[in-house]
């Protein structure tokens, strides 16, 4: 097992720009061959992060220079591979259910904002010498969509299992969940913000998250 200090940046990687498959070009043919890969979910994971992982190193210095820039790219990338409105009212629960997808809107993006303010930079220190390996890609119970299940592999250390899951959206492919050694982006902000919605509306947590007077903590116990 990884140590857990080094859950947050992995997960933190995986929701921004789905980082942890940036190793793509230097990954093993040991994923799924390429003919049944095309057009498939993990296919796309791949093909963005091997792209996404490119431009971080191509524009390291401009990026750490300008994090405006970088974060402008990261919020593109975001919205490319994200279901944020779909994991928000995962992320919700219960105090989602029956809410206006106006209310939803508005605390996806703002969850999504501190997010990227808060880790964003970490990418910029991210290993890009990984090899990740994908072992499989299966269906989700109730047709709900399918899990990309995959390993991160690095030298002098256990391989770590992060696993997304993704489902079928108008815009195609998008992920809405990410497991790192297990945990779960989902459960990890549903137990976070449960006591801040007991307490106020959707709007006035989202509010709160863009003010910084909470912070979507990726760490875990």
Not at 82 to 98: C, I, K, N, P, T
Request: charged fraction near 25%.
């Amino acid at each position: 097992m990884t140590s857990r200090p080094l859950v947050p940046l992995i997960l933190a990687a995986a929701l921004l720009a789905t980082a942890p498959f940036g190793a793509c070009a230097q990954a093993q043919a040991q994923a799924a061959p390429a003919a049944t890969m095309q057009g498939s979910p993990s296919k796309l994971v791949l093909d963005n992060s091997q792209r996404i992982l490119s431009t971080l190193d191509s524009r390291r210095a401009e990026f750490t220079a300008d994090r405006s820039k970088l974060q402008a790219f990261i919020a593109g990338e975001f919205d490319q591979m994200f279901d944020r409105e779909y994991s928000a009212r995962q992320v919700l629960g219960r105090h989602g259910r029956g809410a206006d997808d106006a209310d939803v809107k508005v605390f996806a993006d703002a969850l999504a904002d501190s997010l990227m303010r808060r880790y964003g930079s970490s990418l910029l220190d991210f290993n890009t010498r990984l090899r990740v390996r994908v072992k499989s890609e299966t269906p989700l119970p109730r047709g709900l969509g399918v899990k990309v299940s995959s390993e991160m592999l690095r030298q002098g250390g256990e391989p770590i299992p992060v696993d997304y899951l993704m489902r079928q959206t108008p815009a195609g492919w998008r992920v809405f969940d990410v497991m790192v050694e297990g945990v779960s982006f989902v459960q990890t902000f549903r137990q976070q913000f449960d006591t801040p919605l007991s307490r106020k509306s959707i709007r006035d947590v989202a509010a709160d998250l863009r003010a910084g007077r909470i912070q979507a903590d990726a760490r875990t116990n």
